[in-house]
């Protein structure tokens, strides 16, 4: 009899074959059933039996088939047929259920291509037990509502909704969009939501009202490097304007050198300051927009909100008539934001984890060949060795009179005094899925 290389006790191998690519391996139930599944009668007898063949994990490289010699029996009582019932074998599939729980783990950090190759079963399959695979993690995962929140979005053919825990820097949740409907109800289903201190957002009115209507003692926060964002866009404008008066030679120099009069004056290299001299020599337009947006940096340097507003009211006035149409969208979202954007000086909470994220997650996407929305959110907030946790302690609870003290406590009550710590859930830590995702892992 060949050895019993499943390493499954509830079955005996009777034979296997071996070829290039697969073992088939013929295998007997050790048990029999105890008595019928529908009357319970304990007496029956053979009626026949089937082979059925159900899917394994890989072993040596190869994939596997296990050919179970199925019995079927009879009821003496009730007259009904019924086969045995095969353990290990998961009730929805052709596979053993170790097979359906490896899919599901790789599925996370692996394409269902591979995975379906890989075991010998159509990428639908794999398609579906990583869909059965998520809604338990759905439901086993609560991630701890932030009390510093960070909300963004990516654009994966339309824009997705990022929740961020900023202070632990981790990703909490992937919406299927960013529509104020949808935040309002994901805020609003989030345990203990009146605990979120702080949220960094976007200039997106939608996240703004979400947040002001289901958690109104939270501070809004505008995002620092949005708005500043926004002087690099008025920068880039004045660049772009300056190129109708360029021979072909300085248009291209002028388009290579553009990364130069994004960065800040005292982050330039001498070989970047010496090209940015001669643009803005040659160019003044170009070094009033460089010092205009260089000032405009400076404004986050203030040491609190008064010093900000005044900075701004500086700058503001040294806007010529020239270059205020390329500022326009920058005075503009102050005008409108300005008790948000100014918050920041009061709270400096910046979403930048998020921001980085962003690019790779595209990667993902891409390397997926085009994730369904299901799928690249349960990749980002499942990954395996990504979670980040935190233990915490039980209270403390007052020692009851009738107890006797600790140096006579027995055994049993030492362990039913036994501290068990808990563990929280905080979310997909970002500097891991960064390197996860740039090392491949994911």
């Known amino acids: ?41 304990e007496k029956f007898y053979s009626y026949g039996r089937r082979e059925q063949m159900v899917k394994d994990l890989p072993m040596h490289g190869k994939r596997v088939g296990i050919y179970i010699d199925t019995r079927r029996y009879r009821c003496r009582s009730c007259l009904k047929t019924f086969y045995e019932t095969l353990p290990s074998i998961n009730a929805k599939r052709s596979m053993t259920n170790r097979l359906v729980d490896w899919i599901g783990k790789q599925s996370i950090k692996r394409t269902f291509s ?41 654009h994966l053919i339309r824009p997705r909704g990022v929740i961020a825990n900023i202070r632990e820097k981790t990703i909490v949740e992937l919406l299927p969009n960013r529509t104020k409907e949808t935040m309002i109800r994901y805020l609003s289903g989030l345990e203990n939501h009146s605990k979120v201190r ?15 209507r289901v958690m109104p003692d939270a501070t809004i926060i505008i995002d620092k490097f949005h708005v500043l964002r926004m002087a690099n866009d008025a920068m880039e404008r004045v660049r772009k304007s300056c190129r109708e008066s360029l021979t072909p030679k300085q248009r291209r120099g002028l388009m290579h050198d553009r990364f130069v ?13 010496l090209l940015l001299s001669g643009w803005t020599k040659n160019f003044p337009t170009l070094g009033r927009a460089y010092q205009l947006k260089e000032d405009f ?85 499942y990954a395996e060795g990504a979670l980040k946790k935190r233990s915490v302690k039980p209270k403390f609870n007052r020692r009851q009179k009738s107890e006797r003290r600790a140096g006579e406590m027995s055994y049993a009550m030492m362990i039913q005094h036994k501290e068990i710590k808990r563990e929280i859930q905080l979310g997909a830590d970002i500097s891991t899925l960064a390197k996860m995702i740039e090392n491949g892992r994911l």
């Not at 702080?198 to 939608?206: C, E, N, Q, T």
């Not at 609190?304 to 010529?320: G, N, Q």
């Open 198 to 212: 702080y949220v960094a957002i976007d200039m997106w009115k939608p996240y703004r009202d979400a947040v002001q």
């Open 114 to 154: 591979s995975i379906a190759e890989e075991v010998g079963v159509a990428e639908g399959t794999v398609r579906l037990i990583f869909k059965d695979y998520v809604a338990d993690l759905n439901d086993k995962f609560r991630y701890e509502t932030p009390e510093w929140m960070g909300i963004d979005e990516i």
């Open 1 to 41: 009899m060949p050895p019993n290389i499943l390493n499954l006790s509830a079955y005996t191998v009777t034979s296997f074959q071996e070829t290039d690519h697969d073992y088939h391996i013929d295998a007997v139930a050790v048990r029999g059933p105890i008595a019928c599944p529908h009357c319970h009668n």
């Open 261 to 273: 009069m994004l960065k800040r004056e005292d982050t330039l290299s001498d070989q970047e300051a």
């Open 297 to 381: 940096f400076k404004i986050y340097d203030s040491k609190d909100k008064a010093d900000a507003l005044e900075k701004f009211a500086a700058w503001e006035r040294s806007l010529t008539q020239e270059l205020r149409p390329a500022f326009s969208n920058l005075l503009k979202a102050w005008r409108n934001w300005q008790p948000y954007i100014t918050a920041y000086f009061d709270h400096p909470v910046t979403n930048a984890y998020t921001e980085s994220l962003n690019n790779l997650i595209r990667v993902v996407n891409r390397l997926g060949r085009g994730y369904s929305f299901d799928a690249l959110r349960a990749k980002i907030l």
